[in-house]
């Protein structure tokens, strides 16, 4: 999954002349949280709205107007990304340095912008939690083969897999979620134990059966 | 007395020996309460017509089906509308099939509409999952949303009930920005079960807010709790939503045996939700009530459940032992475990691990879920 994958496009911009006023009216017109601040098609900035709820406070020192120009309050120090990142990385920029959002910039040319909220509908996506799905547990052990035995399982099984997450746990074992196209997978998980999976969900009934 | 819809073409719908949504367990109770000595005279619903299918799901969808079914296509092409899966394999004829089970729950909002009758059980449907271009989780077309779709249409205001196991996604989608239809589940959390939504934040649309109400319970949440949750949940909805038809899917997959979840209510738990949906459909909806089947993969269980869900729509006192014919008939459907009676025996399974805890989170997840309600019914 890439930046380009889930960035916004086309981005609305404000240029270096445009006023805090006009920046306060696409904010409260679009629900927007950033703005990228353009000089003849480059981005020297981004003003947020708490750059601009901020500057024109009464807590700033020297509080600014509707009337000044969105240069007086934008953040300067602009991160920016290119289309083909993965989403991961830049998932990890704007984690680092506790930013809201990346443009986009592709050849010089801002091209989209991606957002923390984009990078939640990133988390969704890549869990599988989109689609009609259960959620199956599996501890693996941690070595070559096992998770596509896993796999090959299922798959022999016409069993579609909208997701797979592995974390490392304790014991050399990796506990791999998979979000499965099918409403039958308790039996499913049954069968998996009889061919010597350790299912962690379902669990099997607690009473005798 | 109340009217039962059923016809011999809903045995039609039918995935297969290894699959468990079986028109068996249709049969199976049908020849118990033949066997009770009930008094069946089931009304034939007319098959549901193509427009009837078009009134909720997409166009692209109604002629992949019927092109699937009459082999013209590749069934590699079913597989973006959720045909050809484990869950809902392609089968001959199922376009017809699942025609017959919609036509039986339209006709039975078609009596309350007409004002012919007050109650109706239609011994089948239930197809909840079902999505407006996607067949999903046993279900092909959406009989519920057809009829809710039709008693909308004649101008009610209709509230939905899903007793079943699983969350009702199917009907809550199709109807979630709609401000005459209510929708309430009762299921085990999406957390751990298929179809994994049906959450508290799941209130409704921008134009139906408060119109969506999911109670999502724990893992082996038992009568208790669920009885509890019931109470705290379903009666405030309902009186503020003020409903004048209540459409019931009374899957019986909840119970604890079931093998498909993790619920853990018994034939008992049934019979009383039973009764207090009858009588709240008559204090909360005009008295206007259509109940369909569902889910419930437990054949002795659903037998059981579905032959009480009878005798408590129609009034009828309940018989204690099941028939010894019906039990010689279907025993290798039924298994060992059955028994001699139709309650499960009390207590029906030792008592489980961790029932404070269980009972503290479901007891949260309700008093979240009216915070969260109570400013959207103000």
């Known amino acids: 999954m890439f930046v380009r994958d889930m960035m916004r496009s086309p981005v609305t911009t404000l240029s270096v002349g445009a006023t805090l006023g006009e920046a306060y009216a696409l904010f409260e017109a679009h629900g927007f949280r950033h703005l990228p601040v353009l000089d003849q098609g480059r981005v020297v900035g981004v ?6 709820r901020f500057a024109t406070s009464s807590f700033c020192l020297t509080p600014h107007t509707a009337g000044d ?29 506790k930013i809201g959002c990346l443009p986009v910039v592709d050849g010089g ?3 989209g912008i991606l957002t923390g909220m984009d990078l939640l509908d990133a988390l969704i996506s890549l869990t599988g939690v989109t689609k009609p799905t259960s959620r199956l547990e599996v501890a693996l052990t941690d070595k070559p083969g096992e998770l596509a035995r896993l796999t090959a399982y299922l798959a022999e099984r016409n069993v579609n897999i909208h997701s797979i997450l592995t974390a490392p746990a304790p014991d050399g074992l990796v506990h791999t979620v998979l979000r499965v196209g099918s409403n039958q997978i308790r039996p499913l998980a049954e069968a998996m134990r009889a061919a010597d999976f350790d299912v962690l969900w379902p669990l099997p009934k607690p009473w005798p059966h | 007395m109340a009217t039962l819809i059923h016809c011999p073409e809903y045995a039609g719908y039918d995935f297969g020996p290894e699959h468990p949504f079986t028109p068996s367990r249709l049969g199976m109770v049908l020849d118990l309460l033949e066997s009770l000595g009930c008094p069946l005279a089931p009304v034939a619903p007319p098959v549901a017509t193509r427009e009837d299918i078009r ?10 089906v019927e092109a699937l079914d009459r082999g013209e296509v590749e069934r590699s092409k079913g597989e973006p509308f959720g045909l050809g899966t484990p869950d809902n394999p392609i089968f001959p004829g199922m376009d017809l099939a699942a025609r017959w089970l919609v036509g039986g729950t339209l006709h039975g909002a078609r009596l309350l509409m007409a004002g012919a009758e007050g109650r109706v059980l239609q011994l089948g449907g239930g197809l909840h999952h079902a999505q ?9 077309y959406n009989d519920l949303a057809v009829a809710i779709q039709a008693l909308v249409d004649h101008g009610f205001r209709v509230a939905y009930l899903d007793i079943d196991l699983h969350h009702g996604d199917g009907v809550q989608n199709l109807f ?7 929708t309430i589940s009762l299921h085990e959390s999406g957390h751990y079960l298929y179809p994994g939504t049906g959450h508290i934040q799941e209130t409704g649309g921008t134009l139906a807010p408060g119109t969506s109400v999911n109670v999502p319970l724990e893992p082996f949440t038992g009568a208790g709790d669920y009885l509890e949750a019931f109470e705290a949940v379903v009666p405030a909805a309902l009186a503020w939503f003020k409903p004048q038809a209540l459409v019931v899917q009374a899957g019986a997959d909840a119970h604890f045996s079931d093998p498909l979840g993790d619920l853990a209510l018994t034939t008992q738990t049934f019979e009383a939700l039973y009764r207090r949906i009858l ?7 005009d008295g206007r009530l ?32 099941l028939p010894p014919g019906w039990l010689a008939r279907w025993k290798d459907t039924l298994g060992p475990e059955v028994g001699q009676v139709l309650h499960d025996p009390d207590p029906a399974f030792p008592p489980l691990a961790g029932h404070e805890a269980r009972t503290r989170r479901n007891r949260d997840i309700v008093a979240r879920l009216l915070d969260t309600l109570r400013p959207l019914w103000a």
């Open chain 1, 47 to 52: 003003l947020s709205d708490r750059d601009l």
């Open chain 1, 69 to 97: 120009p969105v240069t007086l309050a934008m953040s300067t120090h602009v991160l920016t990304a290119d289309p083909l990142d993965p989403v991961e990385d830049a998932a990890k920029i704007m984690r680092e340095h």
């Open chain 1, 109 to 111: 040319e801002l091209v």
């Open chain 2, 55 to 64: 009134s909720v799901h997409a166009e692209a969808f109604v002629a992949m």
């Open chain 2, 132 to 140: 407006r271009a996607r067949a999903e989780g046993f279900c092909l």
């Open chain 2, 176 to 182: 979630y920005d709609h401000p005459q239809v209510m």
């Open chain 2, 279 to 285: 009588a709240l459909a008559d204090s909360h909806a």
């Open chain 2, 290 to 321: 259509l109940l369909t089947l569902g889910g419930g993969y437990e054949a002795q269980v659903v037998a059981r459940a579905w032959a009480i869900l009878y005798h408590a729509v129609m009034d009828l006192p309940l018989p204690e032992a």
